[in-house]
């Protein structure tokens, strides 16, 4: 068996695409459950126009819920996937933007209340979130080539 | 995979998302809902580092602050704030910290149209020196010694205004510890920006529940303003202190209405804790 075919095998997929749907969910729920928290996270990044901040706060959560709980459930398994890159895409830059700036925020992904760190570990916890991004990034395109493969297979 | 069904999928997706948050925030309490558009002043600007340094220039009768109240302050000392010091007629100095700092873009909405208060856009004038607070009272207590009834108060200017005038041209001014408890002491208007969950764990004694992050935020300005308070009187704001910017963002808008001698406590709720303030805990005040 070839590193591709390995990398790609249906019983890694399964478990890729499981764990990727429980980390969206987990990540999801703090934010679904107190929006206005969500979105002071949102505009300490101050990236996002002040008129798109609620909306953002108030959709976005949900993206990642309903996305999350289809790749658990199987369902629409490479859209959903698709949805979960352009959202982690969205969060390595919107992060790496304030890092690169020097605004030290706290990243609001599965939690939406202000730790009380200092500016270091704030920045140090920056640094470990777009690695994790990264680290999720590679799941879905794990997921990305193994569901291909599942839907070309013959039979 | 057809391309098409893929697009129809993830559009569907984001559909549901769409109606979902929508219900939600249709269900959701006054705590939890938010306008579905956000009025936030300096969304995408940077935070305002401080800038100068603010020497306290004179002192009453000799007398000096205990070393716990007197901490060296970094103050953003803004263009605009002399307009203010120079319109009210006496300079604000004092020996108490106190900075100023006016938002960038400071300029009023117009005003509602449900309140009865002068309307017009009043621009932040360049070139004007500092907001500096008046003569500090001899002795300024400890908060904790602070006593609870007004008859047992020491024998202090009792007028908030003579020490702390209206500045109308400057949005809000930062104030440390010893200004929000000597103001505390007189039974100014204290509101808490903070988040009501946060709110209800603790706050300070008398301080009203205003958090800019919620739906009712408007509402509560409106109420406010429907109340017919003297819009000269002082007004502490105040959140977590730190980089919290919810005090701020309060401050702007309630300078938006008009409210003309907003104060922001810049070192918020934590510091008030510190030095033993009066707190309760609860939805009340």
């Known amino acids: 068996m070839s590193a591709g075919d390995a990398l790609t095998h249906p019983w890694l997929t399964v478990r890729v695409q499981i764990v990727l749907g429980l980390l969206f969910v987990a990540a ?40 999350g709980m289809a790749l658990i459930l199987g369902l629409w398994r490479r859209s959903a996937n698709a949805l979960m890159a352009i959202l982690l895409v969205i969060f390595i830059v919107a992060i790496t933007i304030n890092l690169a700036r020097g605004n ?12 009380g760190r200092s500016n270091a ?35 | 995979m057809d391309k098409r069904r893929f697009m129809m999928e993830a559009a569907t997706i984001i559909l549901a998302s769409i109606v979902c ?19 936030y002043p300096g969304a995408r600007s940077m935070p305002a580092r401080p800038s100068e340094t603010f020497t306290p220039t004179s002192s009453t009768a000799g007398t000096s602050q205990s070393s716990r109240f007197d901490p060296p302050v970094t103050a953003t000392a803004m263009n605009a704030a002399s307009g203010a010091a120079a319109e009210s007629g006496a300079p604000l100095e004092g020996n108490a910290p106190m900075t100023t700092t006016a938002p960038s873009a400071s300029s009023r909405p117009p005003q509602p149209a449900s309140t009865a208060v002068p309307t017009g856009k009043r621009s932040v004038p ?6 500096k607070p008046n003569p500090v009272p001899p002795k300024a207590a400890p ?90 009187q002082p007004i502490v704001i105040y959140c977590s202190g730190g980089d919290c910017e919810d005090s701020h963002m309060l401050a702007q808008k309630l300078w938006g209405v008009f409210f003309n001698n907003i104060y922001v406590y810049k070192d918020g709720f934590p510091d008030w804790q510190k030095r033993g303030g009066p707190a309760k805990s609860g939805g009340q005040p």
């Open chain 1, 28 to 67: 999801a729920l703090p934010k679904v459950v107190d929006p206005p928290s969500f979105a002071h996270m949102i505009y300490n990044y101050r990236i996002v126009p002040a008129s798109l901040v609620n909306i953002m706060a108030l959709v976005m959560p949900w993206v990642e819920l309903l996305a």
């Open chain 1, 121 to 155: 570990q704030r920045l140090a916890d920056m640094k470990l979130d777009i690695l994790r991004d990264i680290g999720m990034l590679l799941l879905s395109l794990q997921l990305w080539y193994g569901v291909r493969r599942q839907e070309m297979a013959p039979g």
């Open chain 2, 143 to 232: 908060i904790a010694a602070a006593p609870a009834s007004s008859a047992s108060r020491p024998s202090q200017p009792a007028d908030p205004l003579s020490r702390f005038p209206p500045h109308e041209k400057v949005p809000f001014g930062e104030i440390s510890g010893d200004d929000v408890a000597w103001l505390h002491q007189r039974g100014v208007l204290f509101l808490d920006a903070r988040r009501t969950s946060v709110y209800e764990q603790g706050h300070i004694a008398g301080a009203r529940p205003f958090s800019v992050w919620e739906s009712d935020v408007d509402d509560k300005v409106k109420a406010l303003l429907a109340e017919n308070r003297d819009q000269k």
């Open chain 2, 21 to 39: 948050a929508l219900v939600a925030n249709g269900l959701a309490s006054r705590e939890r809902a938010m306008a579905l558009v956000g009025d």
């Open chain 2, 126 to 131: 360049a070139n004007s020196a500092p907001l």
């Open chain 1, 104 to 115: 030290v925020i706290d990243c609001g992904c599965f939690d939406v209340h202000a730790a």
